[in-house]
T-cell receptor, first 115, second 111 residues
Framework: GAGVSQSPRYKVAKRGQDVALRCDPISGHVSLFWYQQALGQGPEFLTYFQNEAQLDKSGLPSDRFFAERPEGSVSTLKIQRTQQEDSAVYLC?????????????FGEGSWLTVV | QKEVEQDPGPLSVPEGAIVSLNCTYS??????FMWYRQYSRKGPELLMYTYSSGNKEDGRFTAQVDKSSKYISLFIRDSQPSDSATYLC???????????FGQGTELSVKP
C-alpha cells in the first residue's frame, strides 16, 4: 500500500485480556518503530526493528509487551494481561533506511481502550 | 526532566496571525530535528525537517534550529483554519533509530 497500515483501528479489551496489534509498513522499508501515545501527550518510543532484528526495545514498559517482525516486513505488537494504564494509541512507523536523515512515516494508529 | 520539552498550549490565534512554536532539549547528540503535524485521530505527518543548526523555509513554514541554545522553533505565517492541529517537535541522533518527541502544542486558528 501507499502508507503504513495498522489494524485494528479501534480495540476495546477487558482488563486481563491479551491483544495483538498489526502493522504493515511501507513496502521496502527497512526500519520499523512502535510508539505509544497517551491522550494529550507526544508519542513515546517503544521498540525499533531493522529488518527482522529488534535492535532497541528499551521503551517497552513491562514484560507484558512483546513485539516481533519475523520476516522483516509485517510487525505485531502484543500486550498480555492488559491493564487500564495500557489504554493509548499505538502508532507504527517505518522508514526506508537506517540513517538519521531518513523520513519516518507514521500510520494512523490503533486505539486501545482497556475496560 | 524530559529530554524534549514543549509547551502544550493550547494556543488560539486569529486567521492570518504569525504562529511561533518552540521546543527545548537537553541531549547534545541530537542532529536531526523535525516538526510533525497531527490532526485529530490521525497519525503524525512530517511537516519540516532540518539537519543540525540553521533555518529552513517551505512556503508559509519556517523551521529554525539553534544547537548552541538547544532550542528549535517553527513559525507559521498567514495562519489558516486548516492549520488547526497538534504540532509535535521531534529529534534524533545521527545514528540509531528512535525519534524523541515533545508533548505537542495544540493550535487553533479561528476564522
Amino acid at each position: 500500500g501507499a502508507g503504513v497500515s495498522q489494524s485494528p483501528r479501534y480495540k476495546v479489551a477487558k482488563r486481563g485480556q491479551d491483544v495483538a496489534l498489526r502493522c504493515d509498513p511501507i513496502s521496502g522499508h527497512v526500519s520499523l518503530f512502535w510508539y505509544q501515545q497517551a491522550l494529550g501527550q507526544g508519542p513515546e518510543f517503544l521498540t525499533y526493528f531493522q529488518n527482522e532484528a529488534q535492535l532497541d526495545k528499551s521503551g517497552l514498559p513491562s514484560d507484558r509487551f512483546f513485539a516481533e517482525r519475523p520476516e522483516g516486513s509485517v510487525s505485531t505488537l502484543k500486550i498480555q494481561r492488559t491493564q487500564q494504564e495500557d489504554s493509548a494509541v499505538y502508532l507504527c512507523a517505518s522508514s526506508l533506511g537506517t540513517l538519521g536523515g531518513n523520513t519516518i512515516y507514521f500510520g494512523e494508529g490503533s486505539w486501545l481502550t482497556v475496560v | 526532566q524530559k529530554e524534549v520539552e514543549q509547551d502544550p498550549g493550547p494556543l488560539s490565534v486569529p486567521e492570518g496571525a504569525i504562529v511561533s512554536l518552540n521546543c527545548t532539549y537537553s541531549n547534545s547528540a541530537f542532529q536531526y530535528f523535525m516538526w510533525y503535524r497531527q490532526y485529530s485521530r490521525k497519525g503524525p505527518e512530517l511537516l519540516m525537517y532540518t539537519y543540525s543548526s540553521g533555518n529552513k523555509e517551505d512556503g508559509r513554514f519556517t523551521a529554525q534550529v539553534d544547537k548552541s541554545s538547544k532550542y528549535i522553533s517553527l513559525f507559521i505565517r498567514d495562519s489558516q483554519p486548516s492549520d488547526s492541529a497538534t504540532y509535535l517537535c521531534a529529534m534524533r541522533e545521527n545514528q540509531g533509530g528512535k525519534l524523541i518527541f515533545g508533548q505537542g502544542t495544540e493550535l487553533s486558528v479561528k476564522p
